[in-house]
């Protein structure tokens, strides 16, 4: 809260990243989750309107659930199954209800998984890399489904909806390519020269988890 009192005006954009993303926590600390995320970007959209400021908010692929076992699109209904997804999804409602209520400016983006330099070490692939260096077991569900993007093509994606300022609308950033979460760990290890050593506890990530989120990346391609 005190830091937004030290941002200057006169920026352009906002582009709004910051969340508790970690599904596993959100369902073992909801309120937390709940209160961070929301309360958060409650802020930043005070800040926007007080500052004429446009914003991009970044919402994520779980706002989809990941139990239809298709690949979904900007106009599919959310159906999230995390308490994460939830609030990413009562985030999407805020920023709608800005747009509305004060006529910012404002685009949303649905972020498909994310890799590539710098990631914390909770995320799926450097968190495997580590445990299979370190002669672990990794640590996944391999019946579950992924498509993953590589952190600077998110940035692009961004910057160009930053170029084309397509205000009010709702874009998924994606490869558009879906794979197993053991075609994931088969080229880590491949590429690692290892072994895979697999143990999982799906019954508990059933519960808490979509199988496969997968999302369309056509809108993005066609601006």
């Not at 209520?101 to 890399?129: A, C, E, H, M, W």
């Amino acid at each position: 809260e005190h830091a937004l009192e030290y941002i200057p005006s006169g920026y352009d954009y906002v582009i709004h990243l910051a969340a508790l993303p970690h599904v596993d926590f959100s369902n073992f600390y909801p309120s937390v989750v709940l209160n961070n995320n929301l309360i958060s970007l409650m802020r930043i959209l005070d800040y926007v309107v007080n500052n004429e400021t446009e914003l991009i908010f970044t919402s994520s692929v779980e706002v989809y659930g990941g139990e239809s076992w298709k690949k979904y699109c900007e106009t599919d209904i959310p159906t999230p199954v995390s308490i994460y997804g939830y609030s990413k999804q009562a985030c999407e409602e805020l920023v709608k209800y800005y747009i509305n209520k004060y006529q910012i400016k404002s685009t949303i983006v649905r972020l498909t998984n994310l890799f590539g330099p710098l990631q914390l070490p909770d995320r799926v692939i450097p968190r495997n890399i580590c445990r299979l260096l370190d002669k672990y077991s990794v640590d996944l569900t391999q019946n579950f489904y992924r498509d993953f993007l590589y952190v600077e093509d998110a940035c692009r994606m961004i910057e160009c909806l930053m170029v084309k300022e397509k205000n009010g609308e709702i874009f998924n950033l994606s490869t558009g390519k879906v794979h197993s979460m053991q075609e994931v760990i088969n080229s880590i290890v491949n590429n690692l020269h290892t072994e895979d050593i697999v143990e999982n506890d799906e019954a508990f990530l059933q519960q808490t988890r979509g199988r496969y989120l997968s999302i369309d990346n056509v809108k993005i391609k066609n601006i």
